[in-house]
């Protein structure tokens, strides 16, 4: 059974840091792309950051610079470190399996940035 299973959202001041983790079973994750996929109430689903099986990282331009993707295939995990939140960055993150036609989702982990 695929599970994807993320944490560590959160509420947190602007200017703040949050690190994500999906802890992932159920495939064969290294052979995966990972990504982090955040929506936005009222918003369409935005891919922010992606990580290739091999280890290949993409950005969404509003992060570049602020976050930071990252896997260990060993604990079957992947992170997003994201730093210098805004306000802009509230939302549900989900996290996001890939490998070809076959993708998995987590249940969505909710980051709320607000003083």
């Known amino acids: 059974q695929v599970q994807l299973v993320e944490s560590g959202g959160g509420l947190v001041q602007p200017g703040g840091s949050l690190t994500l983790s999906c802890a992932a079973s159920g495939f064969i994750f290294s052979s995966y792309s990972m990504g982090w996929v955040r929506q936005a109430p009222g918003k369409q689903r935005e891919l922010v950051a992606a990580i290739s099986s091999g280890d290949i990282t993409n950005y969404a331009d509003s992060v570049k610079g602020r976050f930071t993707i990252s896997r260990d295939n060993a604990k079957n995990a992947v992170y997003l470190q994201m730093n210098t939140l805004k306000p802009e960055d509230t939302a549900v993150y989900y996290c996001?399996?890939?490998?070809?036609?076959?993708?998995?989702w987590g249940q969505g982990t909710q980051v709320t940035v607000s003083s």
């Open positions: 996001k399996a890939v490998r070809a036609l076959v993708s998995y």
